[in-house]
């Protein structure tokens, strides 16, 4: 069973730019989450998908984030514009349906802004 | 006060010692814990899932204590592979929305 893949690994971009993350989460998932690390603190809750609504978006930072997760499969998470602030790794994780399941995380992006 | 707080670390233990990891948590609502495991720059990996009655899995023990809103995670005969970030993870109010410690890195020295 292929776990959650997310893409790019790695994404430098500058000030002012544009920026979209993908999340592949695993197959059968309803719920998909996305989070985030700064450096230094701990990994913080962004959002939370049920299929193709958003359940909670109460994480994320401002309105400069825009998630999707259009058809309930895959998710993007734009940060436009980027600010300095946001460089951190974004994780997509996933769990089945069911209260308290355990949620599975991808490798994460890293996303450094200049 | 942090919603999940766990030991600062980072532990250097000599391999085949027993490790034991503390957490604690100001949610008393909160329903479900998890300890996570972390490689450097790699995503989070679930260790175990930590439930009321205590679990074990091989050398890995995990116990909850909702009185004192407390987790603990022992490993024992502690391997070089060991070494890692062990997060301590909370699901809020939500059901969903987890709450992370910021992790205790433990280092296994031959």
């Known amino acids: 069973e292929a776990g959650v893949t997310q893409f790019p690994s790695h994404s430098v971009i500058e000030k002012g730019q544009t920026v979209t993350l993908r999340c592949d989460p695993i197959?059968?998932?309803?719920?998909l989450y996305w989070y985030r690390r700064v450096m230094g603190k701990e990994i913080k809750f962004l959002l939370h998908f049920v299929k193709e609504s958003k359940q909670d978006e109460s994480g994320m930072p401002n309105n400069r984030f825009l998630a999707e997760r259009t058809g309930g499969t895959y998710s993007t998470l734009k940060v436009q514009p980027a600010e300095l602030e946001d460089s951190g790794v974004y994780f997509c994780?996933?769990?089945?349906?069911?209260?308290?399941?355990?949620?599975?995380f991808g490798d994460g992006t890293r996303l450094s802004i200049l | 006060r942090k919603e999940v707080e766990q030991d600062p670390g980072p532990f250097n233990v000599p391999e085949g010692a027993t490790v034991a990891f503390n957490c604690t948590y100001s949610n008393s609502a909160s329903q479900s814990f998890f300890w996570y495991r972390q490689d450097c720059r790699k995503e989070p990996k679930l260790l175990m899932s930590?439930?009321?009655?205590?679990n074990e899995d091989g050398r890995f023990t995990a116990q909850l204590n909702r009185a004192s809103q407390y987790i603990s995670l022992l490993i024992r005969d502690s391997k070089l592979s060991d070494s890692a970030t062990y997060l301590c993870?909370?699901?809020?109010?939500?059901?969903?929305?987890?709450?992370w410690g910021a992790g205790t890195k433990l280092i296994i020295k031959p």
């Open positions: 197959s059968g998932h309803d719920n």
């Open positions: 993870v909370v699901m809020g109010d939500s059901n969903y929305q987890l709450i």
């Open positions: 930590v439930y009321s009655s205590g």
């Open positions: 994780a996933s769990s089945p349906q069911g209260v308290g399941q355990p949620q599975h």
